[in-house]
């Protein structure tokens, strides 16, 4: 595994994290506070866009602070490929990666489509990622 403080990442590399950073943020804070109103103008289908939106970003956000571009999209392999670098991935982050991309199985003919998250399923959601955002914020901070 690489060590952070070994790593002296491309300009432009710090430039997509912090990029990534920004975007993830924007999404997350959409889905966040959509789901503390009572009468969102957004449905779960879209907040769970927002979800994973914010997921992909901010692994995009991470990967790049190690000098890495992303080959994945889907979040259990975005973290399976951030597991490579960041030791402080925890089990509670792999399990939000698993529950955000439990809903759409659609890189495969064989798969199920898409299915709608209940409102309890985005609340999880959004601890967890609450918990992924905090990690990516804290290696890109360390970058700047």
């Known amino acids: 595994m690489k060590i952070m403080q070994n790593i002296d990442i491309d300009k432009d590399m710090q430039k997509l994290a912090n990029e990534s950073l920004d975007y993830a943020n924007g999404y997350f804070s959409t889905f966040s506070k959509s789901l503390e109103r009572e009468?969102?103008?957004?449905n779960n289908d879209?907040?769970?866009q927002f979800a994973i939106l914010s997921v992909e970003k901010y692994f995009i956000g991470l990967l790049a602070c190690y000098d890495?571009?992303?080959t994945h999209h889907m979040p259990i392999a975005l973290y399976k490929?951030?597991?490579?670098?960041?030791t402080e991935l925890t089990e509670t982050m792999k399990n939000t990666t698993i529950l955000v991309g439990k809903f759409e199985g659609?890189?495969?003919i064989e798969d199920f489509?898409?299915?709608t998250p209940s409102s309890e399923d985005l609340l999880s959601m959004k601890v967890g990622i609450q918990e992924i955002k905090e990690l990516v914020e804290k290696r890109i901070a360390e970058l700047n």
Do not use: D, H, V
């Open 39 to 42: 009468n969102s103008r957004f």
């Open 46 to 48: 879209m907040l769970y």
């Open 106 to 108: 659609i890189c495969s």
């Open 68 to 70: 890495w571009i992303a």
């Open 113 to 115: 489509g898409y299915r």
């Open 81 to 86: 490929e951030a597991k490579e670098f960041e």
